[in-house]
């Protein structure tokens, strides 16, 4: 009978130690599971961690057969990682990529957090050299390139003349300057009013060189696309532009001409998306084509239309 009752309470004990180990690992996985974060989450990272967004920059990640491109962030001018990203960073993460982020662009007067002051052209070498150090840590043959803004122009720059095409598998710009901006016409009036020189001077005092170089009138703008209108062949490319945009105008200009290009207007998907130029970084919409064209996904893929951005 003893022996029975040892039997029993080692059993109990047994089951008790692998129900608590199963419990564990299923806490540790929910652990594992990264907050996406939205405007206060940014509003908080611009300052207190511009260099850092949860779930990327893991120098020890290694790609999956399923994911096997490190995907790279680049922020919008003015905008760092951490406040871009609070969203898509977790997200890619969550879903089995290794991400990574890089604040291109910063002057001395960015105090750390203000980024896209430099010019472009030097901006793309410095995503040269950071791509080569992912795929140096990653083992990872090519990366997956995600730019906002400036973010989506810099990655263009450098896959048209610097030699990009070979080391990226996806393109995917959220409302990308790459064609330049009127700024809603502003910069037209300010072209008629000879002011432009003036403004080109002054950015090169106040080192942010790098924010005029997107007026659609700039040498650089005219020097990236004068051996033609079309994008290296290599990359598969994704566009997602909106209606909304104030900041990178007409967005018709946002569109990619080439072989594998996908230029996607948000309201063609979700009539009632109303997110504006910043706003595409917290669109639930954005996010899920996003993922879609990093997959490979279908041309046609619809997204749910919930958890639209903000209109600015």
Not at 13 to 31: D, I
Not at 86 to 112: A, D, W
Not at 287 to 298: S, V
Request: proline residues 6%; aromatic residues 8%.
């Amino acid at each position: 009978m003893p022996r029975i009752t040892r039997r029993i309470r080692a059993a109990v004990t047994a089951l008790g130690l692998s129900a608590a180990l199963v419990a564990a690992g299923t806490a540790s996985a929910q652990a594992a599971e990264l907050p996406e974060g939205g405007l206060l989450e940014a509003g908080a990272a611009y300052l207190a961690s511009p260099g850092a967004v949860p779930g990327a920059n893991d120098w020890k990640c290694k790609p999956s057969a399923e994911h096997p491109n490190p995907v790279v962030l680049l922020p919008g001018t003015f905008f760092n990682i951490g406040s871009n990203f609070v969203k898509l960073s977790p997200r890619l993460k969550n879903n089995g990529y290794c991400v990574f982020g890089l604040n291109y662009g910063q002057t001395i007067v960015s105090l750390g957090r203000v980024g896209g002051l430099a010019p472009v052209k030097s901006s793309a070498k410095q995503l040269d050299a950071f791509v080569d150090k992912v795929r140096a840590a990653t083992g990872a043959e090519k990366v997956d390139v995600i730019g906002h803004s400036q973010g989506g122009a810099v990655p263009i720059s450098w896959l048209k003349q610097g030699g990009g095409a070979a080391k990226v598998a996806h393109y995917v710009g959220w409302a990308p300057s790459s064609h330049g901006t009127d700024l809603n016409g502003i910069v037209t009036f300010a072209e008629k009013l000879k002011l432009m020189g003036f403004a080109i001077g002054l950015s090169n005092v106040l080192q942010f060189p790098g924010v005029l170089d997107q007026a659609n009138t700039s040498d650089f703008i005219k020097d990236l696309w004068a051996d033609g209108k079309t994008v290296p062949t290599g990359p598969d490319y994704t566009v997602i532009a909106t209606k909304s945009d104030r900041v990178v105008t007409p967005y018709t200009t946002q569109a990619l001409d080439g072989e594998n290009t996908h230029n996607i207007v948000l309201q063609d998907k979700c009539a009632g998306d109303g997110a504006g130029h910043a706003g595409l970084a917290f669109d639930d919409p954005t996010m899920q084509l996003t993922l879609n064209a990093l997959a490979d996904g279908p041309a046609d893929f619809q997204p749910k239309c919930t958890g639209f951005g903000p209109i600015f």
